[in-house]
């Protein structure tokens, strides 16, 4: 597939999933792959801000289910979320990338706070910048958080690198056999189709906010690094 304009500054949303390798926690070999990947991005000289999920360590809505309280297992989700980050970290950091982690929530021995026009700056001068604990507020996901960030730190796309699906579909290919992927789509269709690969409060930020999304899988060989360097896979969303 051709290269389309490359981007200068890009905003990665990787699952929190991936990052246990299919079990709950870390699995230190797939975090490694992850960081060869950005690290040959970011050598060619796209500016990368990367948001991870929490998936591997705690859901919110799981502990709910399993009668904790939504708001405190929201926060041990946050949190399940910075260890990622400090994960990533580390494996960028032997791969020869700068990076600088900051967190929602302050935790001044292992990150910086999240200051916006600080991350800018970081990012201009090549380090990446991983951004920990989501929003900081529960009933938030870190989909949500990585437009935000996208839209807050000017970033030129958001990239949603998803496990087990390459794209958008018609319909949950789980669940309809006949679903189809779709190269493009439109938010107010992803909306409509109620599609929900990304989750809707991420749809229409970015919708409101003409913020270019793509999702795609993190699986194939070298995607992760096709992906930030603009190559047109899985499936594009605009307004
Ligand atoms: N979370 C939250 N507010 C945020 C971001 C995350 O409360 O701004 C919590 C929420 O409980 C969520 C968990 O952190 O379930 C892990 O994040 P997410 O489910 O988005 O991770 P992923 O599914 O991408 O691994």
């Not at 990052?19 to 040959?40: S, W």
């Not at 930020?205 to 070298?222: A, H, I, P, Q, Y």
């Amino acid at each position: 597939q051709t290269v389309s304009t490359p981007y200068n500054r890009v905003l990665l949303k990787l699952s929190g999933e991936v990052f246990g390798g299919g079990t709950v926690g870390l699995d230190p070999e797939v975090v490694r792959q992850i960081a060869a990947q950005i690290a040959e991005a970011v050598r060619s000289g796209v500016q990368v801000g990367i948001v991870i999920g929490g998936g591997n360590f705690f859901r919110g809505a799981e502990l709910q289910t399993k009668g904790m309280d939504r708001a405190r297992a929201d926060y041990m989700g946050m949190l399940g979320t910075v260890m990622n980050c400090l994960a990533l970290q580390d494996f960028l950091e032997k791969e020869g990338v700068d990076t600088r982690v900051q967190t929602a929530i302050t935790m001044g021995q292992v990150a910086e706070p999240y200051i916006p026009r600080r991350a800018i700056r970081h990012m201009e001068k090549g380090r990446v910048v991983i951004f920990g604990a989501g929003a900081g507020m529960p009933f938030f996901s870190t989909d949500t958080v990585s437009a935000q960030r996208a839209l807050e730190i000017k970033c030129d796309a958001v990239l949603y690198a998803k496990n087990g699906v390459d794209g958008i579909y018609t319909a949950d290919p789980k669940l309809d056999p006949a679903a189809t992927k779709l190269d493009t789509l439109t938010y107010d269709e992803a909306l409509t189709r109620n599609l929900r690969v990304v989750d809707a409060a991420a749809f229409s930020l970015c919708m409101d906010n003409k913020l270019t999304m793509r999702v795609f899988s993190m699986d194939g060989e070298g995607n992760i690094t096709r992906a930030l360097r603009g190559e047109k896979i899985g499936t594009l969303v605009t307004a």
